[in-house]
């Protein structure tokens, strides 16, 4: 009776772990694939140094909304944040293509600050 008894609970013990983890791996299946879906994008950092540790002048600024203005015209990405001043300006784009993306953003500083030295991170 004893061994019966035993061999219930196992078979009791055996079928929920095997029950919870079937239901967990589904759920980690959906959760990835979720993930991919929403957080297919990535963010890309375009850094612009000038020489000199000042503040931002309002040339500085009035460049940095112009290239902000046209990365948001032309659908690079989401602005995520921006800042300037201390001899370098910072914009963060959320873009969903990173190659394209990178091209948009070079053609971008051509038009839009063709004498700033700038790299793409």
Not at 54 to 83: C, H, M, P, W, Y
Not at 112 to 120: D, L, N, S, V, W
């Amino acid at each position: 009776m004893h061994g019966k008894f035993a061999l219930i609970l196992f078979f009791a013990a055996f079928l929920t772990v095997i029950a919870c983890s079937d239901d967990a791996s589904q759920k980690g299946i959906a959760k990835t694939s979720e993930r991919r879906i929403i957080h297919n994008e990535t963010n890309l950092r375009l850094v612009i140094r000038w020489p000199g540790d000042d503040f931002a002048s309002r040339q500085d600024i009035e460049t940095q909304n112009r290239i902000q203005k046209l990365i948001s015209e032309r659908k690079v990405g989401r602005i995520i944040s921006s800042a300037t001043g201390m001899g370098w300006m910072d914009i963060v784009v959320k873009v969903k293509d990173k190659p394209v993306a990178r091209s948009t953003i070079s053609d971008i500083m051509r038009i839009a600050a063709p004498e700033r030295k700038f790299t793409i991170e």
